[in-house]
């Protein structure tokens, strides 16, 4: 069995924070990174499972300008995703993980299980990012309150519904979240909303999602937007995952002016300047 609240732990400094409030206080948003170590993610599985492969991606989304890269051990892609025990997590992160961790930026682990966010912050990971939103592992909150870690909070569902009001959904949802968090005493600080960008809805209810960005910062959280060669895309102009770029893009875009403070995207380097060429023109205004 492992440890998860039982022992204290070297993660989440003080310091790891004070890095991530400066990151979120930024004028323009933070990039994060996306690291899957599987053989099965909808649009990199396979290529990084290797630990020699994985380290050298961190590198290069370190130079193209991330400041966090979020690694994950088990494909949480919507359809079709096998689902994996935390030995087999863990099995590939060890081989990975203290290195990415070295590189010097903050790591954040994309997990649904206790057990493995128990471990990767031990190991020096700074931030647990849970698809569930505190509401599916029920030892999460206790370990993330025990650790004093941030945790991304996303929103997600067990099943798509077309005729649901999405907006009213991941209010409920994240009012459930909050409440988890309180209750264990995760401080308001520490936590970052995602609004779950393809997970559990239509294509038509991510980009509402989107759209309506804004209407989430009445939580008066931070907002992470993972839209990065989502499916919606793909609805509105047919094409593989590895060609949404453009799409990609033009989501992010439009979630860092309805507030998202975090962008987490495959594609970096295009993202960053995408970011920083729009900022600099708003700036001009």
């Not at 290069?60 to 994996?84: C, K, N, W």
């Not at 970052?192 to 294509?203: A, C, Y």
């Not at 991510?206 to 839209?227: I, K, N, Q, Y």
Request: proline share 6%.
């Amino acid at each position: 069995m492992i440890a998860t609240t039982s022992r204290p732990a070297p993660s989440a400094t003080p310091a790891d924070r004070q890095v991530l409030r400066a990151l979120l206080s930024r004028p323009c948003p933070a990039v994060m990174g996306v690291l899957n170590i599987t053989p099965d993610s909808f649009s990199d599985g396979g290529q990084f499972i290797a630990p020699q492969s994985a380290l050298a991606q961190a590198r290069r989304l370190i130079t193209e300008g991330a400041d966090i890269i979020d690694i994950g051990a088990e494909s949480t892609r919507p359809y079709g995703a096998q689902p994996v025990t935390a030995d087999e997590e863990l099995q590939r992160l060890r081989p990975v993980l203290a290195d990415v961790v070295s590189l010097g930026v903050p790591v954040s682990i994309d997990s649904m299980k206790s057990a493995v966010v128990a471990w990767a912050l031990d190991a020096g990971a700074s931030i647990a990012n849970d698809i569930w939103g505190l509401q599916r592992d029920p030892d999460m909150a206790k370990l993330v309150a025990a650790r004093h870690s941030p945790v991304i909070v996303m929103h997600n569902r067990d099943r798509v519904e077309a005729d649901i009001d999405i907006m009213k959904d991941m209010a409920a949802f994240f009012a459930r979240s909050l409440e988890i968090a309180d209750k264990a005493g995760i401080s308001r600080e520490n936590i970052v909303l995602d609004p779950g960008i393809g997970f559990g809805k239509t294509p038509e209810q991510s980009m509402t999602a989107l759209a309506r960005l804004d209407e989430l910062g009445a939580f008066g959280l931070p907002l992470l937007v993972g839209a990065s060669r989502k499916r919606f895309i793909g609805s509105v102009s047919p094409s593989e995952p590895q060609q949404r770029l453009g799409g990609s893009i033009a989501a992010h875009l439009i979630a860092a002016r309805g507030g998202a403070r975090i962008i987490r995207t495959h594609d970096v380097a295009e993202t960053v300047q995408a970011l920083r060429v729009t900022a600099a023109i708003e700036d001009r205004r």
